[in-house]
């Protein structure tokens, strides 16, 4: 993988995968690797959609409330 990560991509500008929702119950070492695997899988999925290969990307955290986020892959 050769992706630069770049806090500089917010919502409103880039594209996005689905998200990953992090719950009160899904946390630690769960979270961290659905998280991984998430940053290792998109790129080959944006592509296999037929997107252009991409090379910066950022991870957004969204609060739902209650202790329970959404995480999306910004592209």
Known sequence: MDLKFDD???PSGS???NPVTAS???QDKNLE???KDYVRSMPELITAYGR???KY???FA???GDGSY???FLY
């Open 8 to 10: 500089s991509l917010t």
């Open 15 to 17: 594209s996005w995968g």
């Open 24 to 26: 009160k119950d899904f």
């Open 33 to 35: 690797r659905a998280l």
């Open 52 to 54: 252009k290969e991409i």
């Open 57 to 59: 990307f950022y991870i």
């Open 62 to 64: 969204e609060p739902n």
């Open 70 to 72: 959404r995480f999306y």
